[in-house]
Structure formats: C-alpha cells, structure tokens
C-alpha cells in the first residue's frame, strides 16, 4: 500500500483545495491529511485564518477524499509522521517548490501544480470588512490603522471619511469611555476598547448587560490577553505544569520623563495605562475572587488624580499576588508565576511576550518556549474582534468578569480606598 500525506490550513475549503486532495489521493492507495493548528499557524505568522480547526478538519472530511485525518501542531512535525505512519509520498502545492527537500531523506517528494485563481485569502478578502473607526485622545490612531492592514476582515476608516462605521476603537482618557461607549451601543456599534472599560464597577456591568441586548459586541482592547505566547502560557498554568499556583507577580513600567504637571489630567496614570494589563495575568490565573486587596499608591499632583507609583498586594484563600505599575519609577517589568512544582519566568517587557521559561528544582527538566508575536498583539486583537462580531460570539480571551473585576480595581483606586507613600 502506498501512502501519501499532505499539510494546508484549508480555511474555507474551496476549488483549488478538493483538486489538490484529489491528485494527492491519486499519486497513492491512502491519503494522510495534516491541517494545521490554531497556534501553529499563528507562530508562523498566518493570523487570518477565519475557520476553528474543527470546521477545517470537517471541511476536508467532507471532501471524503482523506483516508485519515491529522492536525500539524509544531514545527519538525512533518518528519515525525511521515515516521510514525510508514509514509511514501509526501505532496503538497507548487507554491512550497523546493521548501520541503529536505524530507526526501525520509520518503519521495512531489509538489503539484497548485490551481490557478483561486485561494483562501482571496475567499476571505471578498467578505465583507467591517469598517472601524479609531475615537482617541492618545495619538496613536494610525499605528493601530496600520495594524488594521495586516487583517482581513476589517478596514479603518481614515479620519475624514464619512461612511457610517460599524465599529469603534475606543483610545479615550478613560473617565469618559462610560458615555462614549454607552452611546455607540445605542447606536449599534460593536466596541473594541482600550482597558479600563471604566472606571466603575456597576457602569462596566450595565455596558456589557447593554451590549448583550444590542447585540453588539464589546471587548476589551488589552494587547497581551492575545498574543500566542501568552495564551500558551495559560493553558500551560491550567494544565498543572508547575503546580499549585501560589503566586503571581507583575511589573510593568514606562518612564515619562518630564512632565508638566498641569497637564497630567490628559494623560493615561499609572494604574489606568498599566493597571489593566497588569491585573490580567493575576485574574485570569486567580480568578477574580480575592479576600482583600492594598493598594500603595503615590501621587505626583496635588489633586492626587495621577499615580507616578502604585502597587497592589491581592489575597486570595490560598495565593497571592502583586502588581506594581508606574510613570515616574522604573523596575523590571517581568512576571514570575509560583508554583508548587516549579515557576513560570517571562523576562521584560513580559507584556509583549515571545518567550518564556518554564523552571523547576531539577533544572534539567526547565523548558524555553518561543512563538512569533507581530504588531505587539495589536493584530490578534483585531482578527478576535472581527471573529467575535462574525460570530455573534461572546469573548473568549478577556471575559467580562475580568473586565469588570478590573474596573472595580479602578474604582477602589479612585475613590482613594489606598494607602499613600
Ligand atoms: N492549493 C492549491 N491550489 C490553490 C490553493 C491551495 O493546490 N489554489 C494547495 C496548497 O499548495 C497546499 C494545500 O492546497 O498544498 C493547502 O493550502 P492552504 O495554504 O491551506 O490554502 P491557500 O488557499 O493557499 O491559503 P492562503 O491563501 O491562506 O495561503
């Protein structure tokens, strides 16, 4: 018996997709397909994909043309199975001519003339975009455009131009996002904004009840929550990879430099610029159901809105955690997870995270782990956005208790429930 095994993405499986399952059947008795992985292609940088891998797996079952049904899921992979199932023939589209040489050690390689005229992307182009537009007060409108053009799916609408959006990207000082997002649900837009939703824990509530009955989507604009690295991190702490937690430790700082002090009032805080992405690995590892919390603040103006140095000691039944942001200080902005079996290390700027370290006692047993992040998230960030409306879909990287347990943070802070230094 002779078998074949080939590897795609098959997003929105089309023409070009069935002809080449078809050859590849063809060149033997029994054919092997690998779709890849969520994470896999993302660490390769494909980050458009707008199928789950389950709908792909069952759009090349449906072919009825794979024999046997595989998911690639990391680099090297593709030696392991031809392998591991006794392959002959691997086969994949002329656009790889020459990049899989290197298996002809293993077993014979063709690649098939790939069908003209038609691909994924060009299936997904063809979708209708979602139009956004940026409201901000922070100036950084065109670098978030720009990440726009990495994404299909959504198109940003330049200033000037006056087509009805169907969506917000919300950069506004955070004490007026209440009014400016409520007001774009009454007016049916989806909402992406950046964390702090607000500043209160019932308006945050009453947004995503609000949202709900709009059917509108609002999702909290927190880069970290969607970048690879992070997510596999998480799944790695879910999964029992160093223990019991026991502790989560967060830094993130970014200087200022000179300031005038008359004009903090138009600029993001410590807690509100780093507060959000600070807390998240904390609520997301914890929970949000913490027993108490200090907060150590230390003012710079002598209104007391603007923090230069906060720090937030949480207690949960059995962990704790800390998070220490700031403007005017500057520390090591990494993150160390405790565990009782070993500890997670994610080395400065730790929010933008590519890699990390797994460590243990027994430092044979320590692991590295790298993926791609590109656009520093912004880019995952759109394509869930842009998912989240296609589906109609609730949040599944920043869940509203999350977002509304962050909220709380900022309401406690600016109601002063803190200690001063
Ligand atoms: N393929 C093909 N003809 C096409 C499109 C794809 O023969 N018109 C082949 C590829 O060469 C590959 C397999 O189908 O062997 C799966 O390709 P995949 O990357 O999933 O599809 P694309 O349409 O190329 O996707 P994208 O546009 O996202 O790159």
Redesign the pocket.
Known sequence: MVKVI??????LL????K???ERAKALGDYLIVGV?AESFDKSRG?I??QQSLMERIEGVRATGLADEIIVEEYEGQKIDDIRRYGVDIF??????VGKFDYLEEYCKVVY?????????????SKKRKISVRIVEDKGIGAKIANEGTYVNGVEFLSPDDQHVEDAIYLFSMPDRHYELIKKAIYNGKHILCESPITMNEVQCRELFDLARKKNVVLMDALKTAYGTAYNRLLLLVKSGAIGKVISVDATCTSLMGNYNVKALKQIWSSITAWGPTALLPVFQILGTDYIDKNIVTQYIDEDKTFDGFTKIDFLYPEAVATIKVAKTAKSEGNLVITGTKGYIYVPAPWWKMDYFEVKYEDQNKNKRFFYQLEGEGIRYELVAFSKEIESGGNNSYVSEEISVAIAKVMEDWAARKVREI
Do not use: I
């Open positions: 080939t590897y795609g993405t098959y997003d089309h023409y070009g997709h002809r080449l399952l890849t494909k458009n994909v086969t994949v589209g002329s656009d790889w098939l003339p790939r069908t003209e005229g038609v691909s994924s992307s060009q299936v997904r």
